[in-house]
């Protein structure tokens, strides 16, 4: 069925016990992103080891806060997993991967041994109003993590 | 559905329903269609579809500009149109009629013309704009405009617990710095009717102009613009059975008369130099441009159907259908209705939150998905009017809103699904 389809229990999953969610201190950057047309809302944290190596450094912590659907909420706990861990080029590497998922209108299964649990979001591509709720920390985190190379490369162009 | 519960004392919803070609359709897999969206946008009878079609195969042309047959016909059916709503809306004269896209350009149209108007009712430092807590972001952002460009200042009456307007600071808010007191009749997201008797007096005891959005109240209950005792009221066609792309202001021939104009180009004008220009008389002063003429005669159809339904009859089946819905939701485990929950005032919109156990609240966007594939149509998010979200700590609500072709049975199948819901994302 289509709802199943869409709604698959990792993602419930992620929603009901969501992974690394709170706000942790020690960060090179936050932002607030937020969806207007239903009120979805994320303020997301990104910790670099060490900005100065540019797309090298590694992602030490990814913290949020959130509120809205199953799909964002789930969304932003599995981004959690795939990222922690890896360096900046290949987070953004998984994002393009997922973004291109979530732009497949349903066609696409994705690869699980790059997107792992976000494989589960394929269903999500088949419901053009939703495919933004599942976008939306993975935006965020583009954003800030952007802000915070930007933020190192500012602070050696001063000294 | 037996005739038992299609029926409501006021209007048999059977018939009216077989005038509603949209409403025989299904969604998903097989599933008739359950319209609870009727806030957002209602569907059109038959007689309106059939007017626009008739209008474009038979009589188009453009309208005040020729003399041949079909500018004639097209133009008789446009002013036609007009003449409905004016005797719809109960106006003093029908060139207080000013057709627009939508409630939205409707309300831009009064902020900015009050903006840019001279005294007494142009808007500068130290003059105010009083709004309320309530109002749809098309009554709020074009007043945030207006006051910024102008240097005014916008204040606003905020809400009770219970959803409606708080009046305890009513002489305070309104005070007599204040200008325009622009005021929406019935809420999209709570449903409340407001109380706009008082409000309109203690306006125009201060002196200021007082502008309605009916945008939620045309649709559902009679209206009449003199009884009302504002100065301008805004509405939209396709809420209230008409087409997209026709609204209306209805504004006092003498404001009209006076404010300067807000869209320039061909038949708002008198007489053109190229060193200026003189205008129209009112209406079509503020009718720049040619006018979405077979959307006015679709607007006319649609006040043709209400009119023979009879907008007390429409009022009253509502209500049944509103004190139905708020009964059974009342009694739905979990669900928590956002906004009055007395039939009494209350328009033809429901906001609720829905929790279940092990979960807690379940998310309007889950909530409207899972109600979708079981073929039920709610409106779910903020609903253009954020600040109510937030007076009330919720990131959004369900919406399940009513026509005159609402059925009871389609209240017991939302009841039902949103069991279905909980079931669904229960732990």
């Known amino acids: 069925m289509k709802l199943e389809s869409m709604y698959q229990e990792i993602i419930l999953d992620h929603y009901r016990s969501p992974h690394h969610k709170g706000l942790r201190d020690g960060f090179g950057a936050e932002v607030h992103h937020i969806n207007p047309t239903c009120g979805d809302e994320v303020t997301l944290r990104v910790h670099l080891d060490d900005e100065s190596q540019g797309e090298q450094a590694i992602i030490k912590d990814v913290s949020y806060e959130s509120q809205g659907c199953s799909i964002s909420q789930a969304s932003a706990s599995v981004l959690t997993d795939l990222v922690i861990g890896k360096n900046v080029a290949e987070a953004f590497a998984v994002h393009e991967a997922f973004l291109e998922l979530m732009q497949s209108k349903g066609e696409a299964q994705g690869d699980e041994d790059v997107l792992e649990d976000a494989v589960a979001f394929a269903g999500v591509s088949k419901f053009p109003a939703r495919v933004k709720c599942a976008l939306l920390s993975w935006m965020a985190l583009k954003d800030a993590t952007a802000q915070a190379l930007a933020r190192s490369t500012q602070k050696e162009t001063e000294q | 559905m037996t005739a038992e519960l299609t029926r409501t004392a006021a209007i048999d919803v059977e018939r009216v329903r077989k005038d509603f070609p949209i409403l025989e359709r299904t969604v998903g897999e097989g599933r008739p269609l359950v319209y609870l969206d009727s806030a957002a946008s209602s569907q059109k009878p038959r007689q309106v579809i059939e007017a626009m079609s008739d209008y474009y195969a038979h009589h188009h042309s453009n309208v005040h500009r020729g003399v041949h047959a079909l500018a004639e016909e097209a133009t008789a059916l446009y002013e036609g149109a007009r003449d409905k709503v004016a005797a719809f809306i109960n106006a003093p004269d029908r060139n207080e009629v000013i057709f627009t896209k939508n409630s939205s350009e409707a309300l831009n149209l009064v902020a900015s013309v009050l903006g840019w108007a001279g005294e007494p009712y142009g808007l500068g430092p130290g003059d105010r704009v009083v709004i309320t807590q309530m109002e749809h972001h098309s009554n709020i952002v074009p007043w945030q405009l207006t006051t910024q460009r102008t240097g005014s200042e916008l204040a606003w009456l905020g809400l009770t617990d219970d959803g409606r307007l708080d009046l305890s600071n009513l002489d305070e ?138 907008m007390d009859n429409v009022a009253r089946h509502e209500h049944e259908i509103v004190s139905y819905a708020l009964e059974r939701l009342g009694a739905v485990d979990g669900l928590r209705i956002i906004g009055p929950t007395e039939p009494e005032q209350h328009g033809a919109a429901i906001s609720f939150i829905l929790s279940v156990e092990g979960l807690g609240e379940i998310h309007p966007h889950d909530v409207g998905q899972v109600l979708d594939e079981q073929g039920i149509a709610v409106r779910v998010g903020q609903h253009c009017a954020r600040p109510v979200c937030v007076r009330y700590g919720i990131p959004a609500t369900t919406r399940a809103s009513f026509s005159v072709y609402t059925t009871r049975a389609e209240i017991d199948a939302l009841v039902d699904g949103l069991e279905h819901v909980k079931r669904f994302f229960g732990a």
């Open chain 2, 173 to 310: 808010v309104v005070n007599e710095h204040t200008k325009v007191v622009s005021v929406v009749h019935v809420s999209n997201i709570l449903g409340t009717v407001n109380p706009l008797e008082v409000i309109v007096r203690r306006a125009h005891d201060v002196g200021a102009v007082v502008v309605v959005d009916a945008s939620q109240s045309a649709p559902h209950l009679p209206l009449d613009v003199q009884t009302l005792g504002a100065d301008f009221v805004a509405f939209t066609g396709h809420k209230m059975l008409g087409p997209t792309g026709i609204g209306v202001l209805w504004g006092r021939a003498e404001l009209l008369n006076e404010l300067p104009p807000f869209l320039g180009g061909g038949e708002m004008v008198g007489v053109v130099n190229m060193e200026g220009s003189t205008y129209a008389p009112i209406p079509h002063k503020y009718e720049a441009g040619t006018m979405p003429i077979a959307e006015a005669v679709g607007l006319g159809a649609a006040v043709d159907y209400l009119t023979a339904l009879g």
